[in-house]
Nanobody, 115 residues
């Protein structure tokens, strides 16, 4: 299984970015998929997830601003991020199967929000 995350970059506060995660080696519809982030000096945290059945879950800090979605035909997961603020600055990771030893991680994509 491989996960390739992309879409990070530098954006001004209030702006938007869309992250993409391309999965290969398995079908994403069989697993929970998640976006996590890790800011400098902080622990990795869940941002959003979507189950195999399509149920979504969000961290309180991003509710109403971020949207996780997926395209089963393309085997891709997305994270649309709106109204970004400096606290959203972090490396964002795509995850398949949950944050356990049996899960898989992408390489991370850096999101930097400037004030």
């Amino acid at each position: 299984v491989q996960l390739q995350a992309s879409g990070g970059g530098l954006v001004q506060a209030g702006g938007s970015l869309r992250l993409s995660c391309a999965a290969s080696g398995t079908r994403i519809g069989l697993y929970v998929m998640g976006w996590y982030r890790q800011a400098a000096g902080k622990q990795r945290e869940l941002v959003a997830s979507i189950t195999g059945g399509g149920i979504t879950n969000y961290a309180d800090s991003v509710k109403g601003r971020f949207t996780i979605s997926r395209d089963l035909a393309k085997n891709m997961v997305y994270l649309q991020m709106n109204s970004l603020n400096v606290e959203d600055t972090a490396v964002y990771y795509c995850n398949l199967g949950g944050p356990t030893a049996r899960g898989y991680w992408g390489q991370g994509t850096l999101v930097t929000v400037s004030s």
